[in-house]
């Protein structure tokens, strides 16, 4: 039987991070799995904690949101260990591409009896040349801004909070000029964001690669360029479907290694977490990470 142990973020949903887990334990437990809980003081902890489980040859449950999904997932990559998610965050994406139930029986039957799958996952390279791994994307620009405004709203939760910080960032947002290099080849892009998706989704289940695949070796390079605030509030509800990729305004590329840099200081993000400004160069490791889905 299966040996379990469970990293949880304690701010990330407020208790929902406690409330996932306890249900989707007491299933664990009387499958007859053993699971041990720790509590992450800040997600570098989290990350420690998640290597030493790993090292042991126990499998990490990432109980929380995208940040903590993608730290974990990101500590874990490489090492042959293997990652499940129990959502609990406001946006949950990496879980939504992985296509993870959401009732706690079903997710329980997953973590207990399904083979791990191999994902791909991305090394972030920072102009410093620090490196870190994360999961879902990369994103540089107005939605960096936007998640940003959201990860400090404090009297709205979930998609509203992205919405709501979408909005605030784009009345104020002017083009920028970014400079992006896909396997070498340069592209001049003039406009509102760039972003490298391993994951389709992004903010709070926002389709913003609808071909993505996390399996495939390669990430998708999503460009949205200059247009009327009207319109680009048009794009932002075409997210839910995907179906802005079909605008003039959206160039999709594809590659393994993408370098951004820009006109100014844009900020850039990746699964959730937003600290850091352009320039920011992302590679794809293939296979990198075992994940039960």
């Known amino acids: 039987m299966r040996q379990f142990t469970a990293v949880v973020n304690p701010t990330a ?73 129990v959502p609990a965050g406001r946006g949950n994406d990496f879980a939504r591409a992985l296509e993870l139930p959401t009732e706690p029986e079903e997710l329980a039957k997953v973590l207990l009896h399904n083979d791990p799958r191999a994902v791909d996952t991305i090394e972030v390279e920072s102009a410093t040349h620090e490196r870190t791994v994360v999961l879902g994307s990369v994103y540089a620009g107005v939605d960096a801004l936007a998640n940003r405004h959201a990860n400090h709203a404090k009297l709205l939760r979930g998609s509203a909070s992205y919405y709501a910080g979408g909005l605030r960032a784009v009345t104020t947002w002017r083009p920028a000029r970014y400079r992006v290099t896909v396997d070498g080849e340069e592209h001049l892009h003039v406009g509102y964001t760039v972003v490298a998706a391993n994951s389709g989704y992004y903010g709070s289940g926002r389709l913003i690669a609808p071909d993505a695949r996390v399996d495939d070796g390669l990430l998708d390079v999503v460009m949205i360029s200059e247009a009327p605030r009207r319109l680009f509030f048009a794009m932002m509800n075409e997210l839910k479907t995907g179906t802005h990729v079909r605008r003039p305004q959206v160039r999709v590329l594809r590659g393994r290694e993408i370098a951004i840099s820009a006109d100014r200081d844009v900020p850039y993000g990746a699964d959730g977490e937003v600290d850091a400004v352009l320039p920011v160069t992302v590679r794809v490791l293939p296979g990198a990470l075992r994940v039960l889905c």
């Not at 570098?44 to 995208?66: C, F, S, W, Y």
Request: hydrophobic share 45%; no cysteine.
């Open 13 to 85: 949903g407020g208790s929902s991070s406690a409330a996932a887990l306890l249900a989707v334990a007491r299933l664990l437990r009387e499958a007859g799995a053993e699971l041990q809980t720790e509590y992450s003081r800040s997600l570098a902890h989290a990350q420690e904690l998640a290597r030493q489980a790993g090292q042991q040859g126990r499998i990490v449950l990432a109980v929380g949101g995208d940040g903590i999904a993608g730290g974990i997932g990101g500590a874990l990559s490489g090492t042959g260990a293997t990652l499940g998610l």
